[in-house]
């Protein structure tokens, strides 16, 4: 396993909202910079390819992710929503913790509109009326 240094430059620390806080991340530069690029991709992925309608409530009632998320590498403290930046110790810049492709305001509620046409509502199983919105 790698280490984790400022000196590696594959140190990264985020920063929390609304606390506006910074921490370390607890994952390396590359894993983060994956995440940021893939996560949103692969939920829409899973919306469109789940064959459990169960999941796929699930899926919707969380909503498309806007910015990063994983609790192991950015845990928050109570009251705070989400990542909102990113400080990278190799070039030393701060970034956005939005997720590449992820959308915000009426695009993200066409978005989560188009996604809901996956739901059938016919033929629904056994506790999936649980995970109803």
């Keep these: 396993m790698e280490d984790i240094t400022i000196e590696d430059k594959n140190y990264v620390e ?5 606390s506006m806080r910074w921490k370390p991340a607890l994952f390396e530069k590359c894993v983060v ?5 893939d996560q949103f991709y692969r939920y829409v992925e899973s919306v469109k390819k789940t064959d459990c ?6 899926l919707l009632k969380a909503e ?3 910015y990063i998320s994983d609790k192991h590498a950015f845990p928050l403290d109570n009251g705070d929503t989400h990542v909102i930046l990113l400080w990278y110790a190799e070039d030393g810049e701060k970034r956005s913790a939005m997720l590449k492709g992820a959308v915000e305001g009426k ?3 066409e978005l989560m509109d188009s996604l809901r046409s996956f739901i059938i509502v016919d ?3 056994e506790g999936d009326e649980d995970d109803e919105t």
């Excluded at 985020?14 to 609304?18: G, N, V």
């Design 107 to 109: 695009e993200k509620v």
């Design 14 to 18: 985020y920063q929390s909202y609304p």
């Design 64 to 66: 498309s992710p806007v």
């Design 33 to 37: 910079e994956q995440i940021r690029q």
């Design 53 to 58: 309608q169960a999941e796929l409530r699930r």
């Design 123 to 125: 033929g629904k199983e």
